[in-house]
C-alpha cells in the first residue's frame, strides 16, 4: 500500500497535469471565439466602408521597393530546384529584386543550385548563390549573412519545401508602404499544402497547421495579441531586423523566427498576418521527419520561452498580452503534461485515490481544439470541411504519440543550452505516384522508439485498470495514449524497414550496374 503522502503528491502531479491541459483547450475555444468576432467585425466594415481584407494586388501604381528573397537551404537535393525557379518567377520588376540562395550544403545540392541560378541570371534574374563551408549558426546564421550582402529593403524568406506563387510580393509589400504602417516590421502570410491529398499523415498535418494560421494566428493579431513569425513564406522590414533594440537574426534557439519576431514586437514593431495571400509547401510525408520537425519545434519555442521569459513580464505589456504571449510560447509544454498524466493515472486509479472533478472541468474545455480545427476546415473548404476535420481523431493520436519525444525536447530547451539544427527531410512528393522512401533522405527509427512502444504497454495496462475498477471517464484518454504511442512506434519501424530496404535494393542496382562483364583468370 502506497503511502499517504506519496498519494498526495501522485494527485497533485495529476492536477497541475489536468490544469495545464484545461488552459490549452481553454485558450482554443477563447480564439476560436476571437476569430468568429473577427470575422463580424470585417463584415460589418466591409458593409459601411466598401473596403476588402488586407493583402489584394494595389490598385494605384507602386514606386516598387527593393527587395531581397531569402532562400536558406541544406542538403535539398529534391526541391531546390522547384523554390528557385518559384521565386524567379516572382511578379516584381526585376531591378528591384535580389535572390539569394544560401546554400550550407553537402552534397550536389549546390551544384544543382548553381545551375539553376545560371539558368535564370542568362533571362536577367538577379539570382546568388552564397555556399557556407561550416553551418555556423544553422539557419539564423545564414540568414545573418546573407543579410550583410542583401542589396533590399525589405527581405523575404522562404525555405526549402516552398514554391511561393508569383503574385506573393505585389500581395504583401504593399501592407508596408502604408503611410500608416511606418511600424510594421514583419508580414506573415498563410500556409498550403502541395500535398495534402498524399497520405493520412498529411490530411492531419494539413488540418493542424490550417488550424493554427487560420484561426489562431488571425485570432491573434486581430486583437493584438503577441504572434509568431513562422520562418517562412514572409517578409520582414530590414530595418526592424537591425534595429539595436531588436537584435537581428540570433541563433541561441532552434526557432530564431520566432525568438526575432517577440524580440521586434517587444521594442516596437507591430507584426501582420494576411490569411488571404496563400504560400504553398510540402508536408513531410515520413513520419519520422514529422516527428523531427516537431522536436525541433518544440525545443525552439520552448527555448525561446526560456530566453524571452523576463523580457515579457517587464516589457511594459498588458496582464492580457503577457498572459497570451507566454500559453503561446509554452504551447508544447502540454507535451509535458500529457505525459505525466499517462504515467500517474494507473496507479491513482489502482489505489482508488484519483480525483475525479479534474475531469469535468477537461471535459469541458476539451471542445476548444476540436472546435478550433472545425472552424478552420469550415472556412477554406465550406463543402467539403466534414470530411477533411474526420483527420482530426488521427491527429489527436499522433498528438500523444509525440508527447514523449516533444518531452524530450521541452527539457533539453529548459536544462540545456543551444543544440543542433536538424533539418526536415523533404521528397518533392506531390502525388501517391512518388515514394519518398528511395530518397537518401529518408530517416531511420531513432532509440526513443523502444520507449515508445513500452508507453504504449503502460497505457494498455492503465485501459485494463479502468475498466476493472470502473473509471470509465478515464478509459478513452488512456486509449487514445496506447493507440498513439502504439501508432507512432509502429508506423516509424515500417517506415525505417521501408527505407532500409529501399537502400539496400539500390545497393545491390549499384553493384551489378559496375560488376565487370569480363573476369580474367589466373
Known sequence: MLSP????????????????????????????????REERTQRKTAARTGEGPAGQL?????????????????????????????????????????IQVLDDSTDSTTSIAENRAAFWRKRGAVVHVLHR????????????????????EFIAVFDADFAPLPEFLKRTIPVFLDKQAKEVGFVQTRWTHLNEEYSALTRAQALALDGHFVVEQAARHSVGLPF????????????????????????????????????????????????????????????????????????????????LAA?????????????????????YLIHPLLLLLLLVSPLLMLFGSQPYWPLAYLSIVSVGPPALYALAQRRLHPMTWLRRWAHLPLLMLLGMGLSLSNSVAAWQALFGKGGTFLRTPKFRVEDDSLAWHRSGYALDLEPLAAAEFFLAVYAGIGCYVAAVHSHWWNLPF???????????????????????????LQGRRTARQFRPKNLVKY
Do not use: M
Open 228 to 307: 509568431g513569425f513562422n520562418g517562412s513564406a514572409g517578409v520582414w522590414r530590414r530595418a526592424c531586423i537591425e534595429d539595436q533594440a531588436v537584435g537581428g537574426w540570433q541563433d541561441d534557439t532552434l526557432c530564431e523566427d520566432l525568438d526575432l519576431s517577440y524580440r521586434a514586437q517587444l521594442a516596437g514593431w507591430y507584426g501582420t498576418y494576411l490569411n488571404g495571400v496563400e504560400a504553398p509547401a510540402e508536408l513531410p510525408p515520413q513520419l519520422l521527419a514529422f516527428r523531427r520537425q516537431q522536436f525541433r519545434w518544440a525545443k525552439g519555442s520552448v527555448a525561446t520561452l526560456r530566453k
Open 5 to 36: 503522502l506519496f498519494l498526495a503528491g501522485l494527485q497533485f502531479l495529476y492536477l497541475v497535469g489536468a490544469t495545464g491541459l484545461a488552459i490549452y483547450g481553454l485558450q482554443a475555444l477563447l480564439l476560436t471565439l476571437l476569430k468568429l
Open 58 to 98: 494595389p490598385n494605384e501604381a507602386f514606386e516598387w521597393p527593393a527587395v531581397t528573397v531569402q532562400l536558406p537551404v541544406y542538403n535539398e537535393v529534391h526541391v531546390v530546384a522547384r523554390l528557385i525557379d518559384a521565386c524567379a518567377r516572382l511578379d516584381y520588376p526585376s531591378d528591384r529584386l535580389q
Open 478 to 504: 488512456l486509449a487514445l495514449y496506447a493507440g498513439g504511442y502504439a501508432l507512432v512506434a509502429g508506423l516509424g519501424l515500417y517506415e525505417s524497414w521501408l527505407a532500409r530496404s529501399a537502400r539496400t
Open 311 to 331: 523580457l515579457v513580464w517587464n516589457g511594459g505589456w498588458s496582464t492580457i498580452k503577457r498572459t497570451a504571449a507566454f500559453v503561446h510560447l509554452g504551447g
Open 133 to 152: 563551408n561550416e553551418r555556423q549558426g544553422y539557419k539564423a546564421g545564414a540568414l545573418r549573412e546573407g543579410l550583410s550582402q542583401a542589396t533590399g
